[in-house]
């Protein structure tokens, strides 16, 4: 296994230097309230949190080939070392915690190693992003449901929703209204500011603010928390005390905990590879998290994660490379050295505040509004996973989560895209018999693409879907196997079945188009008969020709199906190319279109170019299609462009005889078909618009 080292600093162009400093302070500086909150939240005293941002960050950033992301103490594992303590019945910041900790971080990164060795790196495919985004959104919340008793005046809040509901209630009843008021405050000023100005550092500025009003206000008098002093120095170097804990437990908890940074840290990481241009090598990754997690634990931190907050803050302000995370592990040791002082005097609300932001921009809501309109089932999926972490634990959500990805991924598979095939007459090719009312059905024949491996939690539908469609007429099932590229022994015992079926009422079958590879499937798995009684071809036509069906196929309907010039074949493949698009939404797409070209009418004035603009690649028919719609707003059109109507009216149809004229000219085969087009839309024109329809009739009039 190749390791590159300082991936990202190799060529370095000095003209980033600027861009990568500024990022890696403004990091450093942000890191201070969230990585201390997120310690406490892990168990551990907060001091720990500034510990985890300096030699875990330098050693991700040598071995990370992702230019931009961020490692640190994050809200995820943070959350599930603090509730594991929790059933271990450990408090949170004892002694007991803080020798616990360092153990579980030390077993995080025996797990990551091992991942690497595995090269678990690809079971990232098998997590979707509903389950992701709903557990990332379900620790989010959970963590700002803890946050915000500390926003009243209180203590950070334990457990599940509703633990954490009835410490809020509690903490409520003596509430802290100044502490409120600036935690809200800080908490709008930081909403506003990442909508208005989200580049401007406001997090610092706040932090700066906070710890002004504390050493000029007495702010501590009206009852408002400050952070507790951090001593002096760099973190101590020991190894772990093993036997603090059962090394099952250690094991068990680490497991989980291993995968969650394994599977949060890449995903994302390859979010914003995609993103900005770049790949990363996913296994190097696993190795650069675990190395981070090896000096975690020997420092005494709790887990380290990929941060996304922190990462996009970064990306805000055009970090380049890795430079920006080591210049944020630097500086961090100069504050730990230097400039501890200052951190007693920052405000609990206004740092609870920074994290409340951060945690907010980090879920993903927005996904659960995508996944509503487009898919209710991964719409269900990422609410499972939400509520799996935001009412059982972030342990069980990780499983309800993994549950969910491969509970997802057989879905799918169990509901492969499939379709009958038809012929355009006059044409070759097979094609979906609902793609267009010109492609017919062989008579007699039913062909069958299914487009999936075949195997027990699919081979039903493939069987129910022919059987459902065989008539009295049916002379034969012809399988497009193309999509095939494995048979289980289910589904190969059904397909025995259903060829059995289909043999005792007199129809042939037969299997075509698939790989090489699926004809010793099928012998190996009992179904070598098929193969020697002629039933699997290599080709549909094959098929067709087997069973004495020759060109041109007969199509149901009487469609003639004679053999089509070159020149109209091209024509007829061109035919309404926007509604084959947008399908059943043509008309409204259409009409949305038209929409957007009028407000540019309004800018230009041109009626022309609303004419032949951006849709002069338009085929014939479908222009005449959209002359159609424009007629309809013919009023609103004139109003526009100050014209008559008579003269707007005259130009759509002088351009509709140049349609018609160039029809005759190029494929004059297609001229009638225009002409009974041209008389459907006139009648949907008459019913929408009759007074519009009048006009357009009296200027053919008189035209004529």
């Known amino acids: 296994m190749k390791i590159t080292l300082a991936a990202t600093l190799r060529h370095y162009d000095k003209k980033n230097f600027i861009k990568d400093l500024l990022a890696g302070i403004i990091i450093m500086a942000v890191s201070i309230p969230i990585s201390m909150g997120y310690a406490q939240i892990a168990g551990l005293p907060a001091v720990y949190g500034l510990y985890g941002s300096v030699f875990p960050i330098l050693i991700f950033a040598l071995f990370s080939t992702s230019p931009q992301f961020i490692f640190g103490v994050d809200a995820a594992p943070a959350a599930l070392i603090g509730s594991a303590l929790l059933s271990l019945h450990i408090e949170s910041g004892s002694e007991e915690a803080m020798a616990v900790v360092p153990v579980l971080t030390f077993f995080v990164a025996l797990w990551l190693l091992a991942f690497y060795i595995m090269k678990a790196g690809k079971l990232v495919n098998y997590i979707s992003a509903p389950v992701m985004g709903g557990f990332i959104t379900g620790i989010c919340t959970t963590i700002i449901l803890m946050q915000i ?122 979010n914003f590879a995609q993103k900005n241009g770049y790949r990363i090598n996913d296994n190097q990754e696993i190795l650069a998290f675990s190395m981070g997690n090896f000096l975690a634990a020997f420092t005494g931190c709790c887990p380290i994660n990929g941060s996304v907050s922190r990462t996009a803050m970064g990306e805000q302000y055009q970090a380049k490379t890795q430079l920006t995370g080591i210049i944020a592990g630097l500086s961090m040791i100069i504050v730990l050295v230097c400039a501890t002082g200052f951190i007693g005097y920052l405000p609990v609300p ?8 951060a945690l907010l921009g980090a879920t993903e809501f927005d996904l659960a509004a995508r996944l509503f309109k487009v898919s209710r089932t991964e719409c269900l999926i990422f609410f499972g996973a939400f509520f799996g972490v935001l009412l059982l634990g972030t342990i069980n959500g990780v499983l309800i989560g993994i549950l969910l990805s491969f509970t997802e991924m057989i879905i799918r598979t169990a509901k492969p895209a499939r379709c009958f095939l038809g ?73 025995a079945m259903l060829y059995q079926s289909l043999k005792d009422k007199g129809i042939r ?196």
């Open 423 to 495: 012929i355009q007459p006059g044409h070759k090719h097979f094609r979906d018999l609902k793609e267009s009312s010109q492609i017919h059905a062989i008579s007699g024949v039913l062909i069958y693409r299914f487009s999936s491996n075949l195997f027990f939690a699919n081979i039903q539908i493939l069987q129910r879907d022919i059987e459902d469609h065989i008539t009295p007429e049916t002379k034969a099932v012809i399988i497009d196997a193309s999509g095939i590229g494995s048979i289980d022994i289910t589904a190969a015992d059904r397909i």
């Open 509 to 704: 079958f037969y299997m075509t188009e698939h790989i090489a590879d699926v004809n010793e499937q099928l012998r190996k798995l009992g179904l070598g008969y098929l193969i020697e009684e002629g039933c699997v071809r290599r080709t549909v036509h094959i098929a067709l020709k087997d069973m004495g069906i020759k060109r041109p196929y007969p199509l149901e309907g009487d469609v003639d199906n004679q053999p089509r010039s070159a020149s109209r074949k091209r024509a007829d493949n061109r035919v309404q190319e926007f509604v084959w698009a947008f399908g059943a939404e043509s008309e409204d797409e259409i009409e949305k279109q038209i929409r957007l070209q009028i407000e540019h009418l309004k800018q230009t004035g041109d009626v022309d170019e609303l004419l032949h603009g951006s849709w002069s690649h338009m085929e014939a028919m479908d222009e005449d299609e959209w002359l159609e719609h424009l007629e309809e707003h013919l009023k609103e059109i004139v109003h526009i462009s100050g014209k008559d109507e008579k003269t707007i009216a005259r130009r759509f149809e002088e351009h509709r005889r140049e349609i018609h004229d160039r029809i005759a000219k190029e494929h004059p085969e297609l001229a009638e078909k225009f002409k009974e087009r041209r008389h459907l839309l006139d009648e949907h024109l008459k019913e929408k618009h009759p007074e519009v329809y009048e006009l357009v009739v009296k200027l053919r009039e008189k035209d004529n």
């Open 350 to 357: 206004v740092l609870t505040a920074i994290v409340i932001s």
């Open 149 to 270: 008793p500390k926003l009243m005046g209180g203590s950070a809040g334990t457990g599940e929703f509703f633990e954490l509901t009835e410490h809020i209630i509690k903490t409520a009843k003596d509430i802290n209204w100044q502490s409120v008021v600036l935690g809200l405050a800080a908490l709008v000023l930081l909403l506003v500011c990442k909508k208005l100005i989200p580049k401007f550092p406001m997090a610092v500025l706040l932090m700066i603010a906070g710890a002004g009003m504390t050493y000029l206000l007495p702010i501590e008098d009206w009852g408002v928390q400050t952070l507790a002093s951090v001593d002096t120095g760099l973190p101590h170097w020991a190894v772990p005390d093993f036997s603090v804990i059962s090394i099952r437990e250690a094991v068990t908890i680490s497991l989980s905990v291993a995968v969650v940074i394994m599977a949060e840290t890449l995903l994302a990481e390859n």
